[in-house]
């Protein structure tokens, strides 16, 4: 009921305004939450060219009894202050993984592949290129099928350091994206001096890009130099047909958004991937 809502609300606003109590609330609730198991993963498909899912990117979900759904922006960086990031990511890349092992098990889900986020306390983990390959292999797994998407601000620190990481991956087949690519600096330097396959156009971008003319021939030039890099695009937040037009003439052929779909819980991706034939 309403009043029920309004309290979940309020709880929710607090949440947001955390002071020191409600963070360590949070943190609380949060490592109960690793040890229940109380998280899940939602796919949000990625569409190709001819409008056929290629791939998801998997997104963590927590519902807690009292809180409702605490969107991931709200407890990834708390998580990532007090290092409980590191056994959520973990988690995160070994559900994503079993998921893609099951995938390839699949006809008609064979071909996909799956995208997964990692946070920049994970990434300087001193064995996070150990634990990642430990938890590809022991998944079955094809690595090749794995995307890893990492932002920006892993860029600025130890940039040999951050090299040799990605490149350890990279040699085992995983695939790195650039994620959230064009909110930052250092961006177009960075395509050339770490070893991405992928680059992900911002959702900043694309919402921007229709009504605002430099905004449209930015993207259109950093299109064109991924081509010219040998890096695949991927456009984020494609929520109109306007969009996925300008993107698609500006060389643009991977899309991910609400025009094709949300995120997803595991049936309904599936149901999206093959849907029943109308009898
Ligand atoms: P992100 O990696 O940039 O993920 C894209 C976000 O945009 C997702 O929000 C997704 O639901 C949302 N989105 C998808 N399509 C559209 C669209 O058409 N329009 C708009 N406006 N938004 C769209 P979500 O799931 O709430 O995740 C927010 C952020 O939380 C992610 O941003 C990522 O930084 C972080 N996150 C989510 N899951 C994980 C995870 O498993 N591990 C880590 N380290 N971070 C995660
Ligand atoms: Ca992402
Ligand atoms: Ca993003
Ligand atoms: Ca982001």
Same mark, same amino acid.
């Given at each position: 009921n309403t009043l029920t809502a309004m309290v979940e609300l309020v709880f929710?606003?607090? +949440?947001?305004?955390?002071?020191? !109590?409600?963070?360590?609330?949070? =943190?609380? $609730?949060m490592r109960k939450a690793v040890a229940n198991g109380d998280f899940q993963l939602h796919y949000q498909p990625q569409i190709n060219e001819a409008g056929k899912v290629v791939g998801a990117e998997a997104l963590i979900r927590w519902r807690h009894a009292?809180?409702?759904?605490?969107?991931?922006? @709200?407890?990834i960086p708390l998580a990532e202050e007090t290092g409980l990031i590191i056994p959520i990511g973990n988690w995160v890349l070994?559900?994503?993984?079993?998921?893609?092992?099951?995938? $390839?098990?699949?006809? @008609?889900?064979?071909?996909?592949?799956?995208?997964?986020?990692?946070?920049? !306390?994970?990434?300087?983990?001193?064995?996070?290129?150990?634990s990642v390959s430990e938890i590809v292999r022991l998944s079955g797994a094809t690595p090749s099928k794995l %995307?890893?998407?990492?932002? @920006? !601000?892993?860029?600025?620190?130890?940039?040999d350091a951050t090299v040799a990481k990605m490149s350890a991956l990279k040699a085992i087949g995983i695939i790195w994206s650039l994620d =959230?690519?064009?909110?930052?600096?250092?961006?177009? !330097?960075?395509?050339?001096?770490?070893?991405?396959?992928? +680059? %992900? &156009?911002?959702?900043?971008?694309?919402?921007?890009?229709?009504?605002?003319?430099?905004?449209?021939?930015?993207?259109?030039?950093? &299109?064109?130099?991924?081509?010219?890099?040998?890096?695949?695009v991927?456009? $984020?937040?494609? @929520?109109?047909? $306007?969009?996925?037009?300008?993107?698609?003439?500006?060389?643009?052929?991977?899309?991910?958004?609400y025009l094709f779909s949300p995120p997803l819980d595991i049936d309904a991706f599936s149901k999206f991937l093959s849907p029943e034939p109308p009898r």
């Open positions: 929710i606003v607090v +949440i947001m305004n955390a002071d020191l !109590s409600v963070r360590r609330m949070m =943190d609380v $609730e009292k809180m409702g759904n605490v969107p991931p922006a @709200e407890f070994r559900a994503a993984c079993a998921q893609l092992a099951q995938w $390839e098990a699949q006809p @008609e889900a064979q071909h996909l592949t799956m995208a997964v986020n990692v946070s920049a !306390s994970q990434f300087r983990q001193p064995d996070f290129v150990q %995307k890893l998407e990492l932002t @920006e !601000s892993m860029f600025v620190d130890n940039i =959230d690519f064009g909110t930052g600096y250092s961006s177009l !330097s960075a395509l050339n001096s770490f070893p991405l396959g992928q +680059i %992900k &156009i911002d959702k900043t971008f694309v919402h921007g890009m229709l009504t605002n003319v430099p905004n449209m021939v930015v993207t259109e030039a950093i &299109i064109e130099l991924a081509g010219k890099l040998n890096l695949q991927i456009a $984020e937040g494609v @929520e109109t047909v $306007e969009q996925l037009n300008s993107l698609r003439e500006a060389g643009c052929l991977n899309y991910q958004g």
